[in-house]
């Protein structure tokens, strides 16, 4: 029987603590899709294509790796598509209290049973987040080493447009 597990999330921009997730997450389930999340109230660094694209490309060594999007409730997609795993990252115990609290509320939500499962990011990723990605390239810091090579050179082109 195969397992299918999701990973979800905004990824703007993607860091190398996401990576570290899907990877792990890949490499224990049979299929991981990669969802990124369309929030028409959020406000992008990195409009839902360009996500697209830095996805693809940040996951295509991985083959049991698919990547799409969605807008709405994430169970409504859950359940449409019958996963039977949600991967969630963790960083830090304050992670684990928002966490938790989702976790249950899809407990609820998801019609098949489909379980949340923590993974721990991997500690030398632990301090990372897109929302302090951005914040330091915003004021010209170096984001070399938690955010994917190709994606440095494309934050920094975003900054230089403003």
Known sequence: MERKALYAGSFDPVTNG???????????????????????????????????EIMRKATE????????TFSGLLADYVNEHGFDIYVRG????????????????????????????????????SFISSSLI???????????????EYVVSRIRSKFQED
């Open 90 to 125: 963790l960083r830090a115990t304050t992670d684990f209290e928002n966490e938790l609290q989702m976790a249950q509320m899809n407990a609820r939500l998801f019609s098949r049973g489909t379980e949340t499962l923590f993974l721990m990011t991997d500690p030398q990723y």
């Open 134 to 148: 951005k914040e330091v390239a915003s004021f010209g810091g170096s984001v070399d080493g938690l955010v994917p």
């Open 18 to 52: 996401h990576l570290n997730i899907i990877e792990r997450a890949a490499g224990i389930f049979d299929s991981l899709t990669v969802v990124i999340a369309v929030n028409a109230n959020k406000k992008y660094l990195f409009s839902i294509d360009e996500r697209l």
């Open 61 to 68: 060594h991985l083959p049991n790796v698919k990547v799409d």
